[in-house]
């Protein structure tokens, strides 16, 4: 028998309410280790938290390839762990393995076939990036940039990219600066994450929304308007982006964090003047799902994996240790509190 932790939706946030710790609460129960053909005991080293997850706090998510977490039940999100007993042949003890709805608990036991193995060396043995810039965050990225960016070496486009310190914009601005956009512009919210963009991450021109008049400096930053804009943030910010697109641009619509905590459908609505422009100048703005490409998702972890080693992409981390945490990793994440993905630490992986 298996002592384990595991955290349980304890509460709903309310109607346009904003999430707090409290809404988790952390239980104790027991494990029966004896497992099934075909089945894995897994312990969990790392945990991910991400915006989407809010919508999955609502009894409707409002996406319908998202379920929502019930009242009392364990939650589950992005995770990676290490087999410590096996009944699955694909599976060894030892065998580091991640999957999208990993439960939020120490320990757990799974199915095989549901779990991806993963190659530590892919990520020099730092496995949390697994849930990131090797994961759906650096995935989803990839593939907004390259399929709904339409980024073209040589033609000279300038990239704004929203949320730009958080994991998936440090990824896309990054990734859009590779594939040969002129500019990177970020938006973020503060000095401390603007200094990280200009100084490690290769970004062109920073705006913190906090403190400066953004369609002023937007102006100044993209004097002959904005090509390609990656949407992790919706809401003013974005209303101001696209007032500034050229004809023929492209929205990547990843996310809408600002929008989250409101009894909105998804995605948001537009005002009508928003609207005028995207049908006026022509600007695609599609919702992007990272799941309609999993038949690509190996040509993309390798073309990442090799940028990650060879330097050429840096990974913002900020790690929060023990599943205690789980509740203040993800309200801190919804505030803006991270400076790439927020991540939290369940055990100890030096032995692997």
């Given at each position: 028998m298996v002592l384990v932790k595991r955290v349980v939706l304890n509460s709903r946030p309310g109607k346009d309410g904003a999430p707090e710790p409290g809404n988790f609460r952390v239980e104790e129960t027991t494990l029966?280790?004896?497992?099934?053909d075909g089945e894995v005991l897994v312990r969990t080293l790392y945990l991910s938290v991400d915006?989407?997850?809010?919508?999955?706090?609502?009894e409707d998510t409002g996406a319908d390839y998202l379920t929502p977490w019930q009242l009392g039940e364990r939650v589950d999100g992005g995770g990676v762990g290490v087999v410590e007993s096996s009944r699955c042949g694909a599976l060894s003890v030892g065998a580091v393995v991640t999957f999208l709805n990993w439960p939020w608990q120490t320990h757990a036991v799974l199915t095989g076939t549901a779990l991806r193995k993963v190659d530590p060396q892919l990520v020099d043995g730092h496995l949390s990036h697994f849930l990131g810039a090797l994961g759906m965050t650096g995935l989803s990225a990839f593939f907004g940039v390259r399929e709904e960016g339409?980024?073209?070496?040589?033609?000279?486009?300038?990239?704004v990219v929203s949320g730009a310190a958080g994991a998936c914009g440090s990824m896309a601005g990054q990734i859009g600066r590779l594939d040969g956009c002129l500019g990177v512009v970020g938006i973020c919210g503060s000095e401390e994450k603007c200094r990280t963009l200009l100084e490690d991450l290769g970004f062109s021109a920073a705006i913190n929304y906090r403190t400066e008049d953004v369609p002023a400096r937007l102006k100044a930053c993209c004097p002959d308007g904005v090509d390609v804009y990656f949407d992790?943030?919706?809401?003013?910010?974005?209303?101001?982006?696209?007032?500034?697109?050229?004809?023929?641009?492209?929205?990547?619509?990843?996310?809408?964090?600002?929008q989250y905590n409101k009894d909105v459908p998804y995605p948001p609505p537009l005002s009508q003047e928003i609207q005028e422009v995207l049908r006026g100048r022509n600007i695609t703005r599609e919702r992007f799902v990272v799941l309609r490409y999993?038949?690509?998702?190996?040509?993309?972890?390798?073309?990442?994996?090799r940028w990650l080693r060879s330097g050429q992409i840096k990974v913002l981390e900020t790690v929060i240790n023990?599943?205690?945490?789980?509740?203040?990793?993800?309200?801190?994440?919804?505030?803006?509190?991270?400076?790439?993905?927020?991540?939290?630490?369940?055990?100890?992986?030096?032995s692997l």
């Open positions: 029966e280790p004896d497992l099934e915006p989407y997850m809010r919508c999955r706090m609502n339409h980024v073209t070496k040589g033609a000279k486009q300038t990239m992790n943030v919706g809401g003013a910010i974005s209303d101001a982006v696209i007032s500034q697109m050229n004809p023929g641009g492209h929205v990547i619509l990843c996310g809408q964090i600002s999993t038949d690509r998702l190996d040509e993309a972890l390798c073309e990442l994996s023990g599943i205690e945490k789980m509740g203040d990793a993800f309200c801190s994440m919804m505030e803006g509190g991270n400076v790439g993905k927020q991540i939290v630490k369940i055990s100890e992986c030096s």
